[in-house]
């Protein structure tokens, strides 16, 4: 971790657990067709093993693009927001204030746009996260209002 990182938070544990899981049973999944290939009397096809490695690869990159590389990170000048559509860095002096809405944390800028940070969302499933977004909050207000953060 960075010296200037104040914070970080990533998707809840549920969501990190379900990503896993998305990328390691597909993944084990291809492993078995390979081994039915390799083993005697060569009960699988070549076809529906790559079939397989073919789908575990793409569970395996939604898994790690929409849940697991997911992360907000609050540093003393910039928040970096890495959400499954892209990362956004934002100065926290273009930062006029701090909400929780339905898809994370919501950073509103001075020029009148928002900004989601999905890591705080658990899984954008449409439930708050209160406590977390607690964290922020104080951070938030400390560096918008120029006091210490911690």
């Known amino acids: 971790m960075r010296d200037d990182v104040i914070g970080v938070w990533r998707v809840d544990w549920s969501g990190r657990l379900m990503g896993y899981v998305l990328a390691v049973g597909p993944a084990c999944g291809a492993l078995f ?5 390799l083993s005697p009397p060569g009960t699988q096809s070549v076809g529906s093993a790559g ?3 073919a789908v575990a690869l793409g569970f395996g990159l939604f898994a790690w693009w929409g849940l697991l590389r997911v992360s907000l990170e609050l ?3 910039v928040i970096v927001m890495v959400n499954p559509w892209g990362t956004q860095r934002l100065p926290w002096s273009r930062v006029s204030a701090v909400s929780l809405g339905n898809w994370g944390a919501q950073f509103h800028t001075t020029d009148g746009f ?3 940070a999905y ?3 658990g ?3 449409g439930t708050r996260q209160d406590e977390r977004f607690a964290d922020v909050r104080r951070i938030a207000d400390a560096q ?3 006091g210490k953060p911690l």
């Open 75 to 77: 540093a003393t000048d």
């Open 114 to 116: 928002t900004y989601s």
């Open 119 to 121: 890591a705080l969302s």
């Open 51 to 53: 079939t397989a490695t």
């Open 123 to 125: 899984l954008a499933s």
């Open 144 to 146: 918008l209002h120029g």
């Open 33 to 37: 067709a390979w081994l039915g290939v």
